[in-house]
């Protein structure tokens, strides 16, 4: 059996599509420890206007959409109903994450191969990371966040959870050895493709890689969690792309309102 046998994976050739690739936008049930940032209205509007911007062909969603470490998928569609059913609506590509895996209908990643012979590969990224790219620590992440939202009645668990995520987004040092350690990854990868694209770091990043069989490219597609917008345009013909950022001008605090300097 080979390796790709073990994986779900979506294979497109020789069309050429310009695809908007975003990834770790964490929607949740709107529970204490929801990280999203948007308003439902507001995400829909942002996207439709890329998309017409940039004539997108295909939004890829490139994992960790649905925090199910956080809550369960219904209650998450429930409550972000405009969002799941515009998703539909536009036949967005799913592509698992380490919050998302059990999500049918989504593949572990994504290759694509071009008029010209170009081999592009796009996956969430978690694998390069130890914890969350082994079953044994995406079952201690679902445990560690199954106690901390039985906490989050409380201020203080939810307090510190944000604080710890708001210090995450603010460390350089951590943030560099994470991108590092995804470059590394992607590298390997770059060995049979020419463009690859990951998530997972919430760091949006575009890169040359140097390799032995040539030039090579990665990106990373950041996050839209936090109110943010990131995001790649990617030409699969000419592999030409554009970096998107922006944050929402009106961010949705948590439920709880704490740590609400984080959305502000």
Not at 170 to 181: G, L, P, T
Request: proline residues 2%.
């Amino acid at each position: 059996m080979s390796a790709l046998e073990y994986f779900s994976w979506k294979y497109i050739k020789g069309k050429q599509l310009r695809l908007f690739i975003v990834s770790d936008l964490h929607l949740s049930d709107g529970n204490p420890l929801c990280t999203f940032g948007w308003h439902e209205d507001d995400f829909i509007e942002a996207m439709e206007s890329i998309r017409k911007t940039h004539a997108v062909d295909r939004v890829v969603l490139n994992g960790d959409v649905f925090d199910l470490y956080k809550s369960r998928y219904r209650s998450i569609a429930m409550h972000n109903r405009k969002i799941v059913d515009y998703l539909a609506d536009i036949d967005a590509l799913f592509i698992k994450g380490n919050h998302d895996r059990t999500f049918p209908g989504a593949y572990d990643f994504c290759s694509i191969v071009n008029g010209r012979g170009e081999k592009i590969h796009i996956e969430h990224g978690h694998r390069a990371d130890v914890i969350n790219g082994t079953m044994l620590g995406r079952g201690v992440g679902r445990v560690f966040f199954r106690l901390l939202n039985s906490a989050s009645r409380f201020s203080r668990p939810c307090a510190w959870y944000f604080g710890y995520v708001h210090r995450m987004e603010e460390r350089k040092d951590k943030r560099a050895r994470n991108s590092n350690r995804h470059y590394r990854y992607a590298t390997k990868l770059l060995r049979n493709n020419d463009v690859v694209v990951l998530g997972h770091t919430h760091k949006i990043e575009a890169r040359q890689a140097e390799t032995l069989y040539g030039r090579k490219r990665y990106f990373n597609s950041g996050s839209c969690s936090l109110g943010r917008m990131q995001g790649i345009i990617l030409d699969t013909e000419t592999l030409s792309h554009a970096a998107i950022r922006f944050d929402s001008l009106r961010r949705k605090p948590p439920a709880n309102g704490v740590f609400r300097g984080l959305f502000a």
